[in-house]
């Protein structure tokens, strides 16, 4: 399992959101608080944001606590729009940049935490790396943003124990399933954030429902269920 976040608003620094809240991603990469399955994520990171319309995105296959660039340059990043993950492998998943989150269509960044069995997932000769999470985000890209919930109850139809919590970003919109993970979101003045945890104890932090589609854009927060067969 990972942690991510997403922000869709005022353009800010990704140190804002990663490297500075008291309990951000950069501390949950050795210390969350909600998270079910792993203990710390250790095995890679990738901050993505949009610059314009253009994706653009800084991975690695190492902890996020030993980057020796990333509390210098964070502060210097600024998005309206941004993609961030913290990694935890797997049992036998390749720890590699390619497969840390956000993977890219070139239009939408997208994060995965969680596990699906890879066997139900088509081949994909776009996939970025061989884990299951980039092999899940290729399909997902295949099918299109707009199709995400119908994807997602689909894969959990195929591996019933798949958890599948997403988190995707366009620039203008911002996606995320609950599919046996936590989600949190905080509603700001100046836009919104989407995380697997709280980064700080700000009381207004809401959680989302498990098995819910969250979709953030300009005119506000939809909020649907996503049906599944059990
Ligand atoms: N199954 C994922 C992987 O190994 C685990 C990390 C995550 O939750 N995305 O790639």
Redesign the pocket.
């Known amino acids: ?2 942690r991510h976040l997403g922000w869709l608003g005022e353009p800010v620094s990704v140190a804002s959101l990663v490297t500075e809240p008291a309990n951000g991603l950069l501390v949950q990469s050795y210390s969350p608080r909600r998270q079910k399955h792993g203990l710390m994520n250790a ?1 890679g990171w990738g901050v993505g944001f949009f610059d314009g319309d253009t994706p653009r995105r800084w991975r690695s296959a190492t902890p996020m606590w030993g980057d020796a660039s990333l509390a210098s340059v964070a502060p210097a990043l600024r998005s309206g729009c941004i993609v961030a ?1 913290v ?4 049992v036998g ?1 390749p720890i590699e940049a390619t ?1 840390s ?1 956000p993977f890219t269509d070139g239009q939408w960044l997208l ?6 069995d890879r066997a139900v997932l088509p081949l994909s000769a776009t996939a970025e790396s061989t ?4 092999l899940l985000a290729a399909s997902i890209f295949a099918r299109g943003l707009d199709a995400l919930g119908h994807t997602i109850v689909e894969v959990a139809a195929a591996d019933p124990n798949a958890r599948l919590n997403i988190l995707a970003g366009n620039g203008s919109r911002l996606l995320a399933t609950t599919w046996g993970d936590t989600l949190s979101m905080l509603r700001r003045r100046d836009g919104v954030v989407l995380a697997s945890e709280p980064y700080d104890d700000d009381p207004g932090w809401q959680e989302i429902p498990d098995r819910h589609l969250v979709e953030v854009t300009g005119a506000g927060v939809e909020l649907t269920p996503l049906k599944g067969s059990s």
């Not at 990694?87 to 797997?90: D, L, Q």
């Open positions: 399992m990972c095995d993950a990694r935890s492998a797997s998943m497969a989150a994060s995965h935490n969680g596990l699906v884990n299951d999470s980039a």
